[in-house]
T-cell receptor, first 114, second 112 residues
Framework: GAVVSQHPSRVICKSGTSVKIECRSL??????MFWYRQFPKQSLMLMAT?????????EQGVEKDKFLINHASLTLSTLTVTSAHPEDSSFYIC??????????FGPGTRLTVL | QKEVEQNSGPLSVPEGAIASLNCTYS??????FFWYRQYSGKSPELIMF????GDKEDGRFTAQLNKASQYVSLLIRDSQPSDSATYLC????????????FGKGTHLIIQP
């Protein structure tokens, strides 16, 4: 299957700082990428759909000014958690949609906000 | 509001037996159905997808879909300890171009 990478795999930051997470499709071009969040013992929840060259589409209840998404190229989407707080601590996972619509998941980023 | 329901478990199955995982969904517009396996601290990995009513087999795995009952299941034959994981059911409208709606997952334990 196709490979999707995420960086960093783990980040610890202080409350009030911003954190950027990168999602890259390594062997295919993805016009659409998705960002999910998973709290402990919960399922993955779709946060937003990232579209190359246009604004992201956010799910209900997700603050677009807090979770900034940029999809500047066909292989890279970034998620920036601005002014992070402890309640933002979670496992953030991206997926990239291949031309056949199959979604390939990145390995995830564990964010801990102190 | 789209909902995907799964029994959280844990579901304990002896090694070599058949594990049966079930999932129901609320959105009748759902067209594509996926089963993912997730190990603790890792991201999900796709096991199977199914679009049409009936059964779809891939090795030890069989997915079953009944759109009338809004029910999808996953059977794992000859269960192995390495199959112990959380199994996530996910659905999406149409051909899969949208984001996935996941269930909370069933924690499966294969007992040696």
């Amino acid at each position: 299957g196709a490979v999707v990478s995420q960086h960093p795999s783990r980040v610890i930051c202080k409350s009030g700082t911003s954190v950027k997470i990168e999602c890259r499709s390594l062997d295919f071009q993805a016009t659409t990428m998705f960002w999910y969040r998973q709290f402990p013992k919960q399922s993955l929840m779709l946060m937003a759909t990232s579209n190359e060259g246009s604004k992201a589409t956010y799910e209900q209840g997700v603050e677009k000014d807090k979770f900034l998404i940029n999809h500047a190229s066909l292989t890279l989407s970034t998620l920036t958690v601005t002014s992070a707080h402890p309640e933002d601590s979670s496992f953030y996972i991206c997926s990239a949609r291949a031309p056949n619509n199959e979604q390939f998941f990145g390995p995830g980023t564990r964010l801990t906000v102190l | 509001q789209k909902e995907v329901e799964q029994n959280s478990g844990p579901l304990s199955v002896p090694e070599g037996a058949i594990a049966s995982l079930n999932c129901t969904y609320s959105d009748r517009g759902s067209q594509s159905f996926f089963w993912y396996r997730q190990y603790s601290g890792k991201s999900p990995e796709l096991i199977m997808f199914i679009y049409s009513n009936g059964d779809k087999e891939d090795g030890r795995f069989t997915a079953q879909l009944n759109k009338a009952s809004q029910y999808v299941s996953l059977l794992i034959r000859d269960s192995q300890p390495s199959d112990s994981a959380t199994y996530l059911c996910a659905v999406v409208e149409g051909g899969g171009a949208d984001g996935l709606t996941f269930g909370k997952g069933t924690h499966l334990i294969i007992q040696p």
